[in-house]
């Protein structure tokens, strides 16, 4: 698939585990951050964002929190499913700047 | 809502000849970008159109790659000619606000032999 090659970082789980996916960027001036999950043959989908003025954020099973001291941001999803397996991508950006993407973290659940 | 279309999904050319990809945003979205990724690095920005204008092509490697947006409605991305490193899959977004709200589409693969 597009992800050989990448050499990405794998977290495996099993299903119903909580799962936390960590992303470090480098800009101290990015003020918008986001989580974006790419399952094989899709493009990035939008998981969930935050504003630098927040350090968490929360949606449907998932938790995002930013710590711009150490400028690293995590995604936590909880009871995570079969159906969360994918590559995840934290992006960052400046001032409506476009988007910088981290590296990828790819989750495999077992059932 | 319609997504962000591309096409083709899938390309393969070969090296030298001509390639063009083709972007359809969602209805609306003045804004529309082009990022790439190549094997083994990252998801890279390409450029930025507001409208039918280039707001940022800071990301394009070289003049091998001409983007278009006539009438601000689809992009098209040309690449003339391909080498061998443009091989990977680009992908296109729109956003109706600069910067927030990005739509990805599927991403067309290229692959050049």
């Known amino acids: 698939g597009e992800n050989v090659g990448l050499h990405l970082p794998t977290l495996s789980v099993q299903e119903g585990d909580n799962s936390i996916i960590n992303c470090a960027y480098s800009n101290s001036a990015s003020d918008y951050f986001i989580w974006y999950k790419q399952e094989s043959g899709k493009g990035p989908q939008f998981i969930i964002d935050i504003r630098s003025n927040m350090d968490k954020r929360q949606g449907q099973r998932v938790t995002v929190l930013l710590n711009k001291t150490v400028k690293h941001l995590s995604l936590q999803i909880a009871a995570t499913q079969p159906g969360d397996s994918a590559v995840y991508f934290c992006a960052d950006s400046s001032g409506y700047s476009t988007l910088t993407f981290g590296k990828g973290t790819m989750l495999l659940v077992s059932p | 809502e319609a997504g962000v279309t591309q096409f083709p999904s899938h390309s393969v050319i070969e090296k030298g000849q001509t390639v063009t990809l083709r972007c359809d945003p969602i209805s609306g979205h003045d804004n529309l970008y082009w990022y790439r990724r190549v094997m083994g690095k990252e998801i890279k920005f390409l450029l930025h159109?507001?409208?039918?204008?280039?707001?940022?092509e800071s990301g394009m490697p070289n003049n091998r790659f001409l983007a278009e947006r006539t009438g601000g409605t689809y992009s098209t991305l040309k690449v003339q000619p391909a080498e061998l490193e443009d091989s990977g899959v680009y992908f296109c977004a729109s956003s109706r606000d600069r910067g927030y709200g990005y739509t990805f589409g599927s991403g067309t693969r290229l692959t050049v032999v």
């Open positions: 159109f507001v409208k039918e204008s280039k707001q940022d």
